[in-house]
């Protein structure tokens, strides 16, 4: 934003000029706003605006467009005043997912977005309920209220989660392990299915999803935002509150989240014990000691109790049979409650991290970053003589991370980044359970380094990197057999990853990129060493520690491309080739023990192919209406190509169809704006590609839903006000997903209605 003129008195004017972020097209119908005096204008055919007549004082801008972000911004005004506005304009959204990938991103890389406002939208939502409409996109479940991200294909130790630039250390392995982070402290979620993302810690094979929160905008006053939901299928209801200020050179930000809900309802019956309840808070801080040295703190606590379905705990063979093929589960109530009982999950994260960032010139500079992590996590079991009160499982993580970042610009469009990270785990079991743990205590350091080049030319960008990491395990165990002995594994691994990737923009509308990478895994703790009852999925699961290390290539070949006006569209095609591929194998045989009866599942590996093509598009058919397409197929198969690749998801498309306006309706001091009416319809194919000897049951059949959703902006002279009204699946369908672990006992979730309310003053 620039500044320049001359006046005094009340004869202030304001004017400027707005355009589009990412084409630098100027931008018609923006709405401006000014609060103090509940005046505004709208730009023209040319993004010009004006406002005259103003008083010298300070003023607060707000800057709205269908399709963008809201952008605020605070003028203490002098004498006439000229703007120079880009907005992120967003009509490459497809359902609140921002298509990168015009000419001017620096990365060969396909990269998706979730902005601010979709995350606000959608506040009722996991972390993994946001992304999952993104084309390549989906979540494995356990139940309504636990969900993990999917990317691909790949999950869990094979995609790494970045919470604010901190790689997420958890019980992730696990399908019934949320990822303990509130994605209401962010402001932006992305999504990275390139190759290979050399840059982040962690043992991905070449997706990454990031939490960033925003840095805190200049302002001197006191800002802030409430939001408060409320769903009326598991009658969940919750609030999130942030305040924020930068006075000075210190700057800080508070943001808090609860959330509360009960049983989720299908069209038939209520699954009984899928409550939740959630406790969060983040902290963030920042500081400039010279125009040259920044440092920023940040600190989050994430708190969290699940319910587990509880027919999913069956106490025989034979009524496990029995549930398989039944309709309605097992110790099915027919009254709504919020109570949450074992099989339940509590879990507790925090994370603290400490960041610099020392610039040598304007086009150097270091960043030194050191963070810690506790995670605590408690799964309670239906145990004998009222001992349910004493977790089964009870495991906490410490995990510390260092890490060190140079990145240097040349005058010739040559850009190097070179880091050096370091991370220390520790996993503890607390043997107050009494029960043989399912994992075992260990101990891990893993050292990385890594160079990554760039260079632009002229249409053309370039990108080449390495990484190269040593890890280090010491792994005490308990042996299965009788009598009992501790056993004692030392694990070294070398991963080595590369990759290499090219964009070339055609025009300023449409471009080429091809990206491909190796990587290395090595096998997880869990896949190496499980052995017993994982209560949170209801089955029995063991390891195998003699798995070797997963060795990958995967390519990735993108074309976006479309029209200024009306038509945008993006393919990406992927095909990743695994040896020694590990994966959960369902075994034919169902197990008793004193804690129940459980199928059983064993961790095996194979070389497998995974490949398949995204697709998204937008068609803007008049000025008021667009349609939006988006298509993901995925398919793997196992060695020789002799058996599908299991836990994939199913093919999808997601289509709707959207009515948005820019016209405003003013009663009195009240301004209606942004009006945004959609319908939107899901369709999830049948997984066709599972033999029945695969799974204990077959895979269900094929499901389509129904969605609605409107949203508004209402302005006042105290604050502005966002509205959200959703209807999912509106036709109240019965059915069941593939990749819900509970699809062996119960339906998926009816028909739920949301109303979303955002303030902000």
Known sequence: MTLVTYSQDC????????????????????????????????????????????????????????????????????????????????????????????????????????????????????????????????????????????????????????????????????????????????????????????????????????????????????????????????????????????????AWKVNGTFKKGGDQKTPNYFLNNTGIQENNVALQLEKTFTDYWTADLYFSSFNTELGILRGSHIGNLTDLESAFQREVPFFTESEFSYTIEAPRQHVNHQLLKIHSQYFFNDNEHLDLTVAAQLNDRKEYDIRRGNRSDIPALDLSLYSFFGESKYQKEYANDLKINLGIQSTFTENTNNPVTGILPLIPDYRSVESGIYGIITKRRDRSFLELGIRYDHIYQNVPTISNTLPREIIRYTNRYNNLNGSIGITYNFSDHFALSANSGISTRNPGINELYSGGLHQGVSGIEEGDPNLDVERAIKSTLSIKGGSEESFLFELLGYYQSINNYIFLNPQIESRLTIRGAFPVFKYEQTDANIFGIDASMQYQLTNSLSTKWVYSYIRGRGKDNQFAVINLPSNDINASIVYQTNKNLTMGNTHFENLQIELINRYVFRQNNISPDQDFVLPPDAYNLLAFKTSANIKTKSFDSRWVFKVDNLLNVQYRDYLNRQRYFADEPGISISLGITIMI
């Open 11 to 250: 004869t202030i004017n304001i004017s400027g000029k707005i355009s589009d972020h990412d084409t630098h097209r100027s931008l018609e119908s923006v709405n401006i706003y000014i609060k103090e005096v509940q005046r505004g204008t709208v730009s023209d055919s040319a993004g010009h605006f004006s406002i005259e007549n103003l008083c010298p004082g300070e003023y607060h801008l707000g800057i709205s467009h269908i399709g963008c972000e809201t952008q605020q911004y605070y003028v203490n005004l002098k004498q006439d005043t000229s703007l120079l506005i880009e907005m992120e304009h967003t009509s490459n959204v497809l359902d609140g997912i921002t298509i990168s990938g015009s000419s001017t991103d620096a990365s060969t890389k396909n990269v998706n977005v979730i902005n601010e406002q979709a995350i606000q939208d959608n506040a009722q939502e996991s972390l993994a309920g946001l992304i999952e409409g993104i084309a390549g996109v989906s979540s494995i479940k356990n139940g309504s209220s636990i969900a993990k991200p999917i990317v691909h294909g790949l999950y869990g130790n094979r995609l790494t989660i970045l919470n604010n630039g901190v790689s997420q250390s958890g019980q992730q392995w696990g399908a019934d392990h949320s990822p303990e982070i509130d994605p209401l402290v962010a402001n932006k979620l992305r999504v990275i299915k390139g190759a290979s993302a050399l840059e982040y810690s962690g043992s991905n094979l070449g997706s990454v999803v990031l939490i960033e929160p925003q840095k805190i905008k200049k302002e001197p006053h006191l800002h802030g935002k409430a939001q408060m939901f409320y769903e009326t299928n598991g009658r969940t209801f919750g609030a999130n509150i942030q305040l924020q200020q930068h006075k000075g050179d210190l």
